[in-house]
């Protein structure tokens, strides 16, 4: 004759249920001691449960949501002025940037001269050149049935 199990499995279930809502309110607690942002995303992720399940739980979505509300300071428009640099430096900066941009557009050319010296040299000693990105980077043989 067969146990019935379904008291067990109802007992063992509520207690993962419980467990999980544990775990998952010392998560919120700890993120809100931390000062770190409150969201649903972050507390899934600490407490290791998925956000769907987080909108299931109405008392735990409603704290969720009151301690995002409250973590609404506005963000700074500008960074502090001892962090914002001076007209001078800017243009210093750019011109450090038009410089760089010049030294590459120069290696760029003078590469491209090279490579074309050199497929001149390969042409002229009658060796084939494979161009371009549909040249095949290893050759290969097909062979017929047997």
């Not at 007992?11 to 249920?17: F, Q, V």
């Not at 467990?19 to 000062?35: H, P």
């Not at 914002?84 to 003078?110: C, H, M, P, V």
Request: charged share 30%.
């Amino acid at each position: 004759m067969r146990a019935d199990n379904s008291s067990h499995l109802a007992i063992s279930a509520r207690r993962r249920h419980e467990l999980t809502r544990a775990k998952t309110v010392r998560a919120l607690r700890e993120l809100d001691i931390a000062g770190a942002p409150v969201t649903f995303e972050a507390v899934a992720r600490a407490a290791e449960v998925s956000r769907s399940w987080l909108y299931t739980q109405p008392d735990l979505r409603a704290e969720i949501e009151r301690l995002r509300a409250l973590d609404r300071r506005p963000l700074p428009t500008q960074a502090p002025a001892r962090q914002r640099g001076s007209d001078a430096s800017l243009a210093q900066r750019l011109e450090i940037a038009l410089a760089r941009s010049r030294d590459l557009t120069e290696d760029n050319q003078r590469l491209r001269r090279q490579l074309a010296h050199a497929l001149g040299q390969i042409r002229a000693a009658g060796l084939p050149v494979l161009e371009g990105p549909t040249a095949p980077r290893h050759t290969s043989v097909t062979i017929g049935p047997c």
